[in-house]
């Protein structure tokens, strides 16, 4: 239905109604659509609007004007490609080349076509994307959310409430916004948290630490389980920054008796693993390290890092797959997949003496 007082523009709102009638069959493939002035009649809408929608549904392949007939709905329209809009981080080296790769081969066998948008890690870029699509229409949107994700800017929230409103759906990988409405494919990430703590636990660990990004909503969840499961010794904190050196030396100095940290991911470790060198710290005979994502990073420490395995493209697979059902009808939006986290045991953990 259309609604006045929705942000969404009122011919994007035509188009949307009328696109979701096309895909359903409530239009039938090859008929005629109602005239421009039926239309004003039973929508209370202005002709320019109408012929606005209509551009917006000839633009998509969906529609097309027979001079002297009228506008018909497009044969074969089942097997028209569905325009499915991707929001990533290419930037992200690590991830990004396990989520473009196994989404792509999902929406290549759905025949849907891809518009791939570098995000820049930034929700003010992502931003201006989502207002780009609200205005051009899209079947899903499938967005890996940027670190700020605690505490996302007000003008990114209304966004997602006019996707919701306008019936767009969307699915977050990786991450989740938790102040707008939840549809995402996910890890598990106070479980990751959890597996480590007992790992070094298990190893007869009990003084430890980890090293945490502030105000990361990944972060801050893995301190949750990794602490949740150290309940009766809870472990020290430093916070990720430029003086991370000098933190960290600190935090050793102060408390010797800690034995094992735990890296927020596999680039931070990286650079534990040098700042315990030039200290003189043996890994692992004096200090045992566990990291997050089992990336290349991981496999070319030396020694090879214990690092928690990323489900990195499953995340991508499932997001599509689940994107794909919404539209077709097959399933319900939100989509809601949590995946379990594992543990890939190397050579940067030993265990306690005594």
């Not at 930034?122 to 989502?130: G, R, V």
């Amino acid at each position: 239905m259309i609604n006045r007082k929705n942000h969404i523009p009122l011919y994007l709102q035509l188009a949307n109604l009328l696109r979701e009638q096309i895909k359903t069959g409530v239009i039938p493939e090859g008929s005629k659509l109602p005239s421009e002035t039926e239309m004003i009649r039973q929508y209370s809408l202005s002709r320019l609007t109408i012929r606005d929608a209509l551009a917006v549904l000839t633009n998509e392949g969906l529609i097309e004007k027979h001079h002297g007939k009228g506008t018909f709905c497009k044969t074969n329209i089942l097997q028209n490609q569905y325009k499915i809009d991707v929001l990533l981080n290419l930037t992200d080296v690590y991830f990004v080349p396990h989520y473009l790769q196994s989404i792509c081969g999902v929406l290549e066998r759905c025949n849907a076509t891809v518009a791939l948008h570098d995000t820049q890690n930034s929700a003010d870029t992502i931003c201006t994307y989502l207002e780009k699509i609200l205005v051009e229409g899209t079947d899903g949107i499938l967005i890996q959310p940027s670190p700020d994700a605690l505490q996302p800017p007000e003008k990114l929230v209304r966004l997602f409430e006019q996707l919701y409103a306008a019936g767009i759906p969307y699915i977050m990988v990786d991450s989740s916004y938790t102040s707008v409405p939840q549809s995402y494919a996910i890890m598990d990430e106070v479980k990751a948290g959890a597996i480590a703590a007992e790992h070094f636990q298990q190893l007869g660990h009990t003084h430890l630490c980890m090293i945490a990004l502030e105000n990361y909503a990944d972060s801050e969840l893995r301190m949750q389980g990794f602490a949740n499961a150290l309940e009766h010794s809870p472990p020290y904190r430093i916070n990720y920054s430029p003086s991370l050196a000098e933190d960290l030396s600190v935090m050793l100095a102060q408390r010797p008796d800690i034995t094992g940290i735990f890296c927020h991911n596999d680039e931070i470790a990286k650079e534990c693993y040098k700042i315990l060198n030039q200290l003189g710290i043996s890994i692992p005979d004096q200090i045992s390290v566990i990291s997050v994502d089992d990336t290349v990073i991981a496999s070319a420490l030396t020694p090879p890092l214990t690092s928690i395995v990323h489900p990195k493209t499953l995340l991508g697979e499932a997001s599509a797959n689940g994107l794909i059902a919404i539209i077709s009808g097959k399933e319900v939006w939100p989509y809601q997949k949590i995946f379990e986290p594992a543990l890939h045991r190397r050579l940067s953990c030993k265990k306690q003496n005594g």
